[in-house]
């Protein structure tokens, strides 16, 4: 008969001081460099002449190919990475859309980060064996792999949600918005 943990184990664990992670594997993007490497997976307005990148994701052996059984049939997934190219961050950040004012780091998507965690949705192509092949891919080449999951629309997508300071950039988009952060009807 296994063994059950107490009930009350929650407060029999302490709280980590520390967390180690081990990456499972790595990007190979064709984005060498951070300037020009899109922001996002997915853009907000593509030009119809754009392409997204093709990117492969090599996970390392100590993955098992079984690991990926079933993946197959997602049309995308997440790919948690560390932003191992970040050694600082500061509480607050520019973001590079809309008025040029500091916004809280957390309320961004910035990969200046206390823990340089970054999530990534970009389009499944293929898989063959430990590589996945994927497409719009925001990484940075040797960017380290934490983890990945599948992309599952009901739990993942809320398009109604509310998006704070976003959604009035997105509104302002019909108006000029000039350095000050002052919008202009065009």
């Known amino acids: 008969m296994p063994k059950f943990p107490p009930k009350d184990y929650i407060q029999t664990v302490a709280f980590p001081a520390d967390i180690t992670l081990q990456p499972i594997g ?19 307005s593509a030009p119809s002449t754009y392409q997204p990148a093709i990117a492969k994701i090599e996970l ?3 993955i098992p190919e ?13 790919v948690i990475s560390w932003l191992h190219l970040n050694k600082h961050w500061n509480p607050t950040v520019i973001i590079p859309r809309g008025p040029r004012i500091r916004r809280g780091t957390l309320a961004t998507r910035a990969p200046h980060r206390p823990n340089p965690i970054g999530i990534s949705a970009p389009k499944l192509i293929k898989i063959e064996g430990l590589i996945l092949y994927v497409e719009g891919i925001d990484l940075l080449d040797q960017t380290p792999v934490l983890d990945i999951k599948p992309y599952v629309t009901y739990c993942d997508a809320f398009p109604d949600a509310k998006c704070g300071y ?3 950039i997105e509104n302002a988009s019909e108006h000029e918005i000039d350095i000050f952060g002052k919008t202009n009807l065009r």
Do not use: C
Not at 26 to 44: A, D, I
């Open 166 to 168: 976003v959604n009035d």
């Open 26 to 44: 790595v990007v190979h993007s064709p984005y060498k460099e951070r300037h020009g490497t899109p922001r996002q997976s997915q853009l907000q």
């Open 60 to 62: 390392f052996n100590t």
């Open 66 to 78: 079984e690991a990926l059984k079933d993946m197959e049939g997602f049309e995308r997934i997440w």
